[in-house]
């Protein structure tokens, strides 16, 4: 959008707190967004992500705590006098109006003539690439280009912050993908602070800065995609993730920052976990390592059930100690393990890590 | 069997069928002419009938009252019913919604008669509204046995089913868009011109054409709160028959208003679905 961009702004939210007749929708929420960064607020329905998001944008009256961009406090703005520009989960374009009259309405109320607004529509148009759909009505596009529209609209008026409700929910799966890489690249030559509301993990590692798990009401781990990803700081935020695996665990002897962590027989050994407190050994299918039986180190098991993943076998065994866990395989084009065989089991000690329980 | 299928409109065919009838007779009758001294028509088929209420005075200008009136009143019914109708479908305190429904329910429960009496104890010359301006030293008002009280009765009659109707369009309006208006800046009142209230275009005006409908066929009304004075197409087909006796000739009548009234409706329909393609769906 040429010389004048949006600047990136920073967003904190500091003790945030909303409930609903006497259930907290969110407890004691604090983040802080460095400026230009992208946050994935990420949970399952109803653990307050949605509510988070309305707060910054006006439409939820928080009932304590402290929201503001660059230092300047928001809560005190009501929804149309905070620049913050939200995607509607279904985009909410105006029916009655052309794409052109949509993308052009927060400049119209914001008091823009024509002649200064229709530059900027036009720039907002070629930038999410639907300038020849200018004319055109909502009803008369697919979802994708909905999408866009709603895109441009939020752009055109230079957001601080820009908000996104689970924008890619209404788009087919090969679409989105595509979509999610295009806005991440968009928001990044931008540089426009954003925040993200979604429950799918995969979108939130792909889009993020940062990603916030939510869990009723509250963030379980904030942190970088790969961290959040590699070394999930609770047993919720894990299984989130997608861990298999969640083994309870008894801790051996320490060696500077790794200890040893005991699943029965199977070992491991990972960094000390961040906080006291019982822990559980986070195991991803692909860190169970399946080698044919009888080898030394290992522990042996049996495999109890088996199925394909395409490129990989998913696996369940069973520990001769009674444990049983999911081992995923890199298939090479071989048959898959027969249920039944023996097998040795052995865990990858990088791919492991002591969760919170 | 196919035939069953049919069998269960025949209650329906036949209710439809005598309601036909009726109306056959009745053109058919204002073709006649009445026979002195009787309820009786005879032939031959003639236009005197439809002539002589053309060139009646009182036809005319009860056809111009009637639409001026029926304007009038829907405009009104229009102008207080449309904050009732988004107070029922957007307000969020429960009560102020049931007190708004509670009070258009006992409208619409109340029988017309009832209703048209209260409306005489209120807006009497006695009553209590000119007692309470007398009490206070102001002038009072006539606000009854004129057009004034025909208007106030008929609108208060109209206001349920315009609210009601209405009510059931602006619940289709997403919040997410009145929402989405003003994070992209819109105060609540611009809100409600550039999105509410062009996108409920189509239901305003189906609610204001059942109002018109039912403002143009008032009865009651003008009738116990008109004192006389307010000329109404009902009401003048009405003495009309128990003046002139004359079948036929108020036939004529009454089959030129509802030709008018279905012309006025007829319009009110077209501009309904021309604003449906033109507001709510785009340009399809």
């Known amino acids: ?357 | 069997m196919r035939a069953r299928p049919y069998l269960l409109l025949l209650p329906a065919l036949l209710a439809l069928g005598l309601f036909a009838a009726a109306f056959l007779s009745f053109v058919t009758i204002s073709f006649e002419t009445a026979t002195p001294g009787t309820i009786l028509t005879h032939g031959p088929p003639t236009l005197a009938n439809y002539r002589s209420v053309l060139a009646s005075p009182l036809a005319r200008s009860t056809a111009l009252d009637t639409l001026r009136l029926a304007a009038l009143m829907t405009v009104l019914t229009a102008v207080l019913g449309y904050p009732l109708a988004y107070v029922l479908a957007r307000s969020t305190s429960r009560w102020k919604r049931r007190l708004v429904l509670f009070g258009l329910i006992v409208t619409f429960l109340s029988g017309g008669v009832t209703r048209a009496y209260a409306w005489l104890i209120i807006l009497g010359n006695r009553g209590l509204i000119n007692q309470m301006l007398a009490a206070l030293g102001l002038p009072t008002f006539r606000l009854v046995h004129n057009e004034t009280g025909v208007v106030i009765g008929v609108v208060h009659f109209l206001l349920p089913f315009f609210v009601l109707t209405l009510l059931a369009a602006l619940k289709n309006i997403p919040l997410s868009l009145e929402e989405c208006a003003r994070n992209l800046g819109a105060s609540r009142w611009r809100v409600f011109w550039h999105v509410v209230l062009p996108l409920s275009i189509p239901g305003l005006v189906s609610a204001a054409s059942l109002s018109f409908a039912g403002a143009l066929s008032a009865f009651l009304f003008p009738e116990l709160l008109g004192g006389g004075r307010v000329h109404m197409a009902s009401n003048v087909i009405f003495e009309t028959i128990l003046t002139d006796f004359n079948l036929p000739r108020v036939a004529a009548m009454a089959g030129l208003f509802l030709v008018l009234a279905l012309v006025a409706l007829g319009l009110l329909g077209a501009l309904e679905r021309r604003s449906a393609r033109l507001w709510a769906g785009g340009a399809r």
């Open chain 1, 1 to 357: 959008m040429g010389a004048d961009q949006p600047r990136g702004c920073k967003l904190e939210v500091e003790g945030l707190a909303k409930s609903y007749g006497g259930v907290a929708a969110i407890a004691d929420v604090t983040l802080a967004v460095p400026p230009g960064a992208l946050i994935t607020l990420l949970g399952p329905s109803g653990c307050g992500k949605t509510t988070l998001m309305r707060s910054i944008a006006g439409f939820v009256v928080p009932d304590r705590g402290r929201i503001a961009v660059d230092g300047r406090d928001l809560l005190a703005l009501p929804p149309e006098r905070r620049s913050t520009a939200m995607l509607f989960q279904n985009y909410s374009l105006f029916p009655h109006m052309t794409v052109e009259a949509n993308v052009g309405f927060g400049l119209r109320m914001r008091g823009l003539r024509r002649a200064e607004a229709a530059p900027r529509i036009a720039d907002a148009l070629r930038l999410t690439r639907i300038a020849e759909l200018a004319g055109r009505y909502p009803g008369q596009l697919s979802g994708g280009q909905q999408q866009r529209v709603a895109l441009a609209r939020a752009l055109v008026t230079r957001p601080d912050i820009l908000l996104l409700d689970e924008p890619f929910g209404a788009l087919d799966q090969n679409l989105r993908e595509q979509v999610q890489i295009e806005l991440r690249k968009l928001q990044q030559s931008l540089g426009i602070t954003t925040l993200v509301v979604t429950h799918d993990q995969l979108e939130a590692l792909t889009l993020s800065d940062l990603v916030a798990v939510m869990n009723a009401g509250r963030i379980e781990q904030i942190a970088p995609p790969v961290e959040i990803y590699d070394r999930p700081a609770t047993a919720f935020v894990a299984r989130f993730m997608g861990v298999e695996n969640l083994l309870p665990v008894a801790l051996g002897s320490r060696d500077g920052a790794t200890v040893r962590a005991s699943a029965g027989k199977l070992e491991a050994t990972v960094s000390l976990p961040r906080e006291a407190g019982p822990s559980l050994l986070a195991v991803r299918a692909d860190a169970v390592q399946l080698q044919d039986a009888a080898q030394s180190g290992a522990v042996s098991a049996r495999i109890s059930f088996a199925t394909n993943r395409g490129p990989s076998a998913l696996y369940e065994v069973t520990t001769d100690d009674g444990q049983t866990l999911q081992a995923s395989e890199e298939r090479r084009g071989a048959a898959l393990r027969a249920v039944g065989t023996k097998v040795g089991v052995r865990l990858r000690d990088e791919s492991c890590c002591l969760v919170k329980a």
